[in-house]
């Protein structure tokens, strides 16, 4: 079945960096296009992040836009967000996934914090 985790998730200072890994298994991960989604505290879900199956064509939102960057490497089926110059609004649970994959679509997150 499909599985998704993420990790590298921690605390940071504001203008630091952190890089978040998901690893997927149960699915043909270079078939997927894959996000990557957020919630802040109190806050719906952001979607940030999505790369296609091949890697080609990022697309992200303006408020992450010039300080992330999306890769996978489809021979690890893994996928990566490398945040840098993070702010304190960037702080939330980070999830990968796609909802085409289904119920289990999506990992169980990995926080973020950016405080000093």
């Known amino acids: 079945q499909v599985q998704l985790v993420e990790s590298g998730g921690g605390w940071v200072q504001p203008g630091g960096s952190l890089r978040l890994s998901c690893a997927a298994s149960?699915?043909?991960?270079?078939?997927?296009?894959m996000a990557w989604v957020r919630q802040a505290p109190g806050k719906g879900l952001e979607w940030i992040s999505d790369i296609h199956g091949d890697g080609a064509v990022p697309n992200y939102a303006n408020s992450v836009k010039g300080r992330f960057t999306i890769s996978r490497d489809n021979a690890k089926n893994t996928l990566s967000l490398q945040m840098n110059a993070l702010k304190p609004e960037d702080t939330a649970v980070y999830y990968c996934?796609?909802?085409?994959?289904?119920?289990?679509?999506w990992g169980q997150g990995t926080q973020v914090t950016v405080s000093s």
């Open positions: 149960g699915f043909t991960f270079s078939n997927y296009f």
């Open positions: 996934g796609w909802p085409d994959l289904g119920p289990s679509g």
